[in-house]
C-alpha cells in the first residue's frame, strides 16, 4: 500500500541521500541524518508528552533550521502543524491557539512574553517548547521547556508505527481582511497538488511514493533558496518538495535584498523562490547596483503574486539567461498554471497570462467551463482539499460539484484564451466597479510599476457619488524623488484605458504588504479613509 505521508516521504529520502547537505542557513548547516535524529528527539518528547496523531501543534517562529526540525517532528507523529504568523499580537494569538485548538506550542524564544500573555487566559496548549534564538526571555513562568532539553530527553529513533495518506494537513491562511481560516487536506492530496506528487505540466502522477527520492539519487543536488518566512504554504512547499527529493535547502532568517546575493555567491544557489514584485524587485535591483556574482543561478521561482510587467522587464535585462517563472496557485487549489516570463513580439512583455494545469478551468456563470475568449471563475478539479477546518459555510463556498466533477474555486476571474492558455484577470473581491466598468487593481497596479519613480502600488475603489466607485492609487515613489502626478497620470494613459487611470493618489512612505508580501488591500482602505489625498481628479 502506498502511503504517502509527508513524513514517510521524508524518510525515504534520508534512507536514500547519505550525509547529503539538507539546510543551511547563515553560518548553520544539517544534513539529512541530523535533521532526522533531531525531528525524531523532538518527536518522541512530545509523544511522551501526550501529543497523538491528529492533534494540532502551533509554530510561532521565524526561519530555522530548529523550525524545520520541528516541522518534521510533528508529521512523524501524524499530528498537523498550525502555521502562526510571528506579526501576530496577543488578540490575533488568543483567536488562533483557540480556533486550531492547540495541543502543543513550538515557539521561538523571544515570543515569550506574549506567549505567557496569551496561556494565562486560555486552557490550552498542555505543552510548550522554546527554540533558541538568541533572546532569554523568561520561560518557567508557562512551563517552557528549552529545544536543546527536549531533544536530549527524545530517543533518536525511527519507531513510530504506520503512518496513512489520510493523515491531516492543516494550514492557515488569510487574515489581512478578516481572522485567518485553515485549510484541511489529506497529506497524499497536499503533496500531489504543491509536493511534487504530480507532474504540474501534464498532471501525471507519480508512479510511487519513493519515485522523488529515486530520481534525486541519480542526481546532483539543486541548492534551492527559500525567501519566503515558513510559515507561509510557499515557503513549506519550496522546503518539503526539495527535501524528499534530495535537494539542498537554502533559507534566510530575515529577507534582505543584499544578504539574498551574498548567498548566493556563498552557497552556489541554483533556483531562487520567491514571491512577487515584494521580493523580486528589491532582489532584481540590489543586484544591479551590487555587482554581485549570479552566476551559478539558473531559475528563479515566484508563485502566490505575479510579476508585474515592468519587473518582468528587468528580469529579463538583467538576467537573460535565467529561466523566470510565474506559478499560480493557492492554499485551496494547490498549483493551477505556469507562466515563463519572456518577450513577445513588439518588445512587450506578457500579459499575466499561464498555461494552466490539465486540471485547471475557467467556469462560467452557469458553473460549466467557457469556451475560449469566455471569461468566469477560475477552477481547479483533481486532488483538492477536504475544506475549511470547522466552517462549513465557507467550505460549500470554495468547492463546488458540476456534472459529477469536484472544482475548488479560489476567488480568482480569469478569461480563456484560444490558444489553451488562461489570461489573469484578478480577484472578485478587489474589483473596482466605475460607472459600470470593472477595474482589477492588478492591472493597474502593473501600469504604475512601469513608471520609473513608482517603487511600489495599490490600488483599491473609494466611494464616488456619480460613479459609485472611482480607482485610488498608494503609491510608494522611489527613494529620493519627488513624484510628478501629472506625468505619472500622462505615463499610465498610454498603458492602461482612461476610465482605469486613478482619480485619487496616496503617496505613502512604504506600502503595507503581508508577511508573504502580498498586497495588504484592507491597510490601503484604511489609509485611503483616515488621509487626505495627494491628488483628486474628475476628468473623465
Same mark, same amino acid.
Given at each position: 500500500?502506498?502511503?504517502?505521508?509527508?513524513?514517510?516521504?521524508?524518510?525515504?529520502?534520508?534512507?536514500?541521500?547519505?550525509?547529503?547537505?539538507?539546510?543551511? /542557513?547563515?553560518?548553520?548547516?544539517?544534513?539529512?541524518?541530523?535533521?532526522?535524529?533531531?525531528?525524531?528527539?523532538?518527536?518522541?518528547?512530545?509523544?511522551?508528552?501526550?501529543?497523538?496523531?491528529?492533534?494540532?501543534?502551533?509554530?510561532?517562529?521565524?526561519?530555522?533550521?530548529?523550525?524545520?526540525?520541528?516541522?518534521?517532528?510533528?508529521?512523524?507523529?501524524?499530528?498537523?502543524?498550525?502555521?502562526?504568523?510571528?506579526?501576530?499580537?496577543?488578540?490575533?494569538?488568543?483567536?488562533?491557539?483557540?480556533?486550531?485548538?492547540?495541543?502543543?506550542?513550538?515557539?521561538?524564544?523571544?515570543?515569550?512574553?506574549?506567549?505567557?500573555?496569551?496561556?494565562?487566559?486560555?486552557?490550552?496548549?498542555?505543552?510548550?517548547?522554546?527554540?533558541?534564538?538568541?533572546?532569554?526571555?523568561?520561560?518557567?513562568?508557562?512551563?517552557?521547556?528549552?529545544?536543546?532539553?527536549?531533544?536530549?530527553?527524545?530517543?533518536?529513533?525511527?519507531?513510530? %508505527?504506520?503512518?496513512?495518506?489520510?493523515?491531516?494537513?492543516?494550514?492557515?491562511?488569510?487574515?489581512?481582511?478578516?481572522?485567518?481560516?485553515?485549510?484541511?487536506?489529506?497529506?497524499?492530496?497536499?503533496?500531489?497538488?504543491?509536493?511534487?506528487?504530480?507532474?504540474?505540466?501534464?498532471?501525471?502522477? /507519480?508512479?510511487?511514493?519513493?519515485?522523488?527520492?529515486?530520481?534525486?539519487?541519480?542526481?546532483?543536488?539543486?541548492?534551492?533558496?527559500?525567501?519566503?518566512?515558513?510559515?507561509?504554504?510557499?515557503?513549506?512547499?519550496?522546503?518539503?518538495?526539495?527535501?524528499?527529493?534530495?535537494?539542498?535547502?537554502?533559507?534566510?532568517?530575515?529577507?534582505?535584498?543584499?544578504?539574498?546575493?551574498?548567498?548566493?555567491?556563498?552557497?552556489?544557489?541554483?533556483?531562487?523562490?520567491?514571491? %512577487?514584485?515584494?521580493?523580486?524587485?528589491?532582489?532584481?535591483?540590489?543586484?544591479?547596483?551590487?555587482?554581485?556574482?549570479?552566476?551559478?543561478?539558473?531559475?528563479?521561482?515566484?508563485?502566490?503574486?505575479?510579476?508585474?510587467?515592468?519587473?518582468?522587464?528587468?528580469?529579463?535585462?538583467?538576467?537573460?539567461?535565467?529561466?523566470?517563472?510565474?506559478?499560480?496557485?493557492?492554499?485551496?487549489?494547490?498549483?493551477?498554471?505556469? %507562466?515563463?516570463?519572456?518577450?513577445?513580439?513588439?518588445?512587450?512583455?506578457?500579459?499575466?497570462?499561464?498555461?494552466?494545469?490539465?486540471?485547471?478551468?475557467?467556469?462560467?456563470?452557469?458553473?460549466?467551463?467557457?469556451?475560449?475568449?469566455?471569461?468566469?471563475? /477560475?477552477?481547479?478539479?483533481?486532488?483538492?482539499?477536504?475544506?475549511?477546518?470547522?466552517?462549513?459555510?465557507?467550505?460549500?463556498?470554495?468547492?463546488?460539484?458540476?456534472? %459529477?466533477?469536484?472544482?475548488?474555486?479560489?476567488?480568482?476571474?480569469?478569461?480563456?484564451?484560444?490558444?489553451?492558455?488562461?489570461?489573469?484577470?484578478?480577484?472578485?473581491?478587489?474589483?473596482?466597479?466605475?460607472?459600470?466598468?470593472?477595474?482589477?487593481?492588478?492591472?493597474?497596479?502593473?501600469?504604475?510599476?512601469?513608471?520609473?519613480?513608482?517603487?511600489?502600488?495599490?490600488?483599491?475603489?473609494?466611494?464616488?457619488?456619480?460613479?459609485?466607485?472611482?480607482?485610488?492609487?498608494?503609491?510608494?515613489?522611489?527613494?529620493?524623488?519627488?513624484?510628478? /502626478?501629472?506625468?505619472?497620470?500622462?505615463?499610465?494613459?498610454?498603458?492602461?484605458?482612461?476610465?482605469?487611470?486613478?482619480?485619487?493618489?496616496?503617496?505613502?512612505?512604504?506600502?503595507?504588504?503581508?508577511?508573504?508580501?502580498?498586497?495588504?488591500?484592507?491597510?490601503?482602505?484604511?489609509?485611503?479613509?483616515?488621509?487626505?489625498?495627494?491628488?483628486?481628479?474628475?476628468?473623465?
Amino acid at each position: 500500500m502506498m502511503v504517502a505521508n509527508i513524513a514517510d516521504l521524508f524518510e525515504h529520502a534520508v534512507d536514500a541521500f547519505g550525509d547529503r547537505p539538507a539546510v543551511f /542557513l547563515g553560518e548553520q548547516a544539517i544534513s539529512y541524518p541530523e535533521l532526522e535524529e533531531r525531528a525524531n528527539r523532538l518527536a518522541h518528547f512530545l509523544r511522551d508528552r501526550g501529543v497523538r496523531p491528529g492533534d494540532h501543534v502551533g509554530l510561532y517562529a521565524g526561519n530555522s533550521i530548529e523550525a524545520v526540525v520541528a516541522m518534521i517532528a510533528v508529521y512523524k507523529l501524524r499530528a498537523a502543524v498550525v502555521n502562526i504568523n510571528y506579526r501576530y499580537v496577543e488578540n490575533e494569538l488568543r483567536f488562533l491557539f483557540a480556533d486550531a485548538e492547540l495541543s502543543a506550542l513550538i515557539h521561538d524564544r523571544r515570543f515569550a512574553p506574549r506567549v505567557a500573555t496569551v496561556l494565562a487566559s486560555t486552557s490550552g496548549p498542555h505543552t510548550v517548547v522554546t527554540l533558541p534564538d538568541g533572546s532569554a526571555e523568561e520561560i518557567g513562568g508557562y512551563g517552557g521547556v528549552p529545544y536543546a532539553d527536549a531533544l536530549a530527553a527524545g530517543d533518536p529513533g525511527r519507531e513510530f %508505527g504506520e503512518r496513512s495518506a489520510d493523515d491531516i494537513y492543516l494550514l492557515y491562511t488569510g487574515g489581512t481582511t478578516g481572522y485567518p481560516k485553515g485549510v484541511l487536506w489529506r497529506h497524499e492530496d497536499v503533496w500531489r497538488a504543491l509536493g511534487g506528487g504530480v507532474d504540474f505540466m501534464t498532471g501525471i502522477p /507519480l508512479e510511487d511514493e519513493w519515485a522523488q527520492s529515486a530520481r534525486g539519487a541519480g542526481a546532483t543536488a539543486t541548492v534551492r533558496l527559500c525567501m519566503a518566512p515558513l510559515i507561509h504554504g510557499n515557503a513549506q512547499w519550496a522546503v518539503l518538495a526539495a527535501l524528499f527529493a534530495g535537494d539542498t535547502v537554502v533559507l534566510l532568517p530575515h529577507f534582505n535584498p543584499q544578504e539574498v546575493w551574498r548567498t548566493v555567491e556563498r552557497r552556489r544557489v541554483n533556483v531562487m523562490v520567491l514571491i %512577487g514584485d515584494a521580493m523580486a524587485r528589491p532582489i532584481i535591483e540590489a543586484y544591479a547596483a551590487g555587482g554581485y556574482d549570479g552566476s551559478s543561478v539558473a531559475a528563479v521561482s515566484s508563485s502566490g503574486a505575479l510579476f508585474s510587467p515592468g519587473v518582468k522587464r528587468q528580469y529579463l535585462e538583467l538576467l537573460p539567461d535565467v529561466l523566470v517563472t510565474d506559478a499560480i496557485g493557492a492554499s485551496e487549489t494547490g498549483f493551477i498554471g505556469l %507562466g515563463v516570463v519572456a518577450e513577445v513580439p513588439g518588445g512587450a512583455v506578457q500579459d499575466p497570462r499561464v498555461t494552466p494545469a490539465p486540471s485547471t478551468v475557467v467556469l462560467g456563470p452557469d458553473g460549466r467551463p467557457v469556451p475560449p475568449g469566455g471569461e468566469g471563475r /477560475l477552477a481547479k478539479s483533481g486532488f483538492l482539499p477536504l475544506g475549511y477546518y470547522k466552517d462549513p459555510v465557507k467550505t460549500a463556498a470554495l468547492l463546488i460539484e458540476v456534472d %459529477g466533477v469536484r472544482y475548488a474555486l479560489p476567488g480568482d476571474l480569469a478569461r480563456r484564451e484560444v490558444d489553451g492558455t488562461i489570461t489573469l484577470l484578478g480577484r472578485g473581491s478587489t474589483c473596482v466597479n466605475t460607472g459600470g466598468e470593472k477595474v482589477f487593481p492588478e492591472e493597474v497596479e502593473g501600469a504604475l510599476k512601469t513608471h520609473p519613480d513608482v517603487f511600489d502600488a495599490l490600488v483599491v475603489g473609494v466611494a464616488d457619488e456619480r460613479l459609485g466607485q472611482r480607482v485610488a492609487a498608494l503609491i510608494q515613489p522611489r527613494a529620493g524623488v519627488t513624484l510628478d /502626478l501629472a506625468g505619472v497620470r500622462t505615463h499610465l494613459r498610454e498603458q492602461i484605458a482612461g476610465y482605469k487611470v486613478p482619480r485619487s493618489v496616496w503617496l505613502v512612505d512604504e506600502i503595507s504588504r503581508t508577511i508573504s508580501g502580498k498586497a495588504d488591500y484592507q491597510w490601503a482602505q484604511r489609509h485611503a479613509a483616515q488621509h487626505p489625498a495627494e491628488e483628486v481628479s474628475h476628468a473623465d
